[in-house]
């Protein structure tokens, strides 16, 4: 079964001050299967956020067609079949309440002064908090939690719900490396254990390299679909030429491996690449030694 279905969608922001539509999605196609972990990989401005808020039906004016589980959006969402994390906010941590009443917010389907929850709605709750591992600081107040713990915590607000579909959108951003690597390891458990359907949208590689078992490459148009170890040197330069473009200029890149590399004016060193005698900065990890681009954490 097919979790969501985009079929030729493009969505513009309106019109830019040029009269021309500020086109952030052009005629996207993907199906997304049931059960996998898709990461969405793109530079920042690539439409990854604006890809994730359309399928949650936040949008509106969209051309070609999103179902998910075989279904209008308006249904999927009244279903609650789509848990989504959105971008880290830190306003929420000035909220007071405790790891555990955040995740209530996302059982209840109203909240009331009046009303507590039910007894299946307080199970649900104490089964999210158990299932991301956050039981033991499920009473400490949100704003004493570390980013990787907090993370956790919002993970379980939108299990809480019962969703089939997990959207999260740049759940890596100021984690630090071990907990970068748990949570490739949670997203995996929950796949496994629980049979969720998982997007992750991230500009960070490694985020979707650790955890997911397909990549969608998004920079305005779809690129290409492959597994996280398809991610050679030139396809990532596809990718992100357009970053790469505004700090050195137009480039023509061509990308490649350091045991690939047949130009003796190129220096391939495991912090830099030196290119016709400009040093560009490599990400450094437990990949490969001198590839330039490197991953860290391994598919599991
Ligand atoms: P990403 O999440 O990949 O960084 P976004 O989906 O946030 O990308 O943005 C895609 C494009 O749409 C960018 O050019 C961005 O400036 C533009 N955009 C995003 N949100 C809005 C908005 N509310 N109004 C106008 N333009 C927007
Ligand atoms: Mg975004």
Known sequence: MTAVAYEHVSFSYGKGEDGKPRTALQDISLLVRDGERLGILGPNGGGKSTLLKLTLGLLDGYEGSIRVFDMPLAEARKKRLIGYVAQRVEAELAFPLSARQVVELGAAFSISPFRGLSASERSAVDDALAVVGATSYADKHI????????????????????????????????????GQQQFAELIVKLSRDMGLTIIVVSHDLRTIAAGCDRVACLSRTLHSHVAPEGLSPSVLAEVFKHDVAAIFGDLHVDAHSAANCKDPSHVHGTTSLTVKGQTVPTQTGKGQAGDGITFEGKKP
């Open 143 to 178: 704003g004493s939690l570390s980013g990787g713990m907090l993370q956790r915590v919002l993970i379980a607000r939108a299990l809480a719900a019962k969703p089939r579909l997990l959207m999260l959108d740049e759940p890596t951003v100021g984690i630090d490396p071990a």
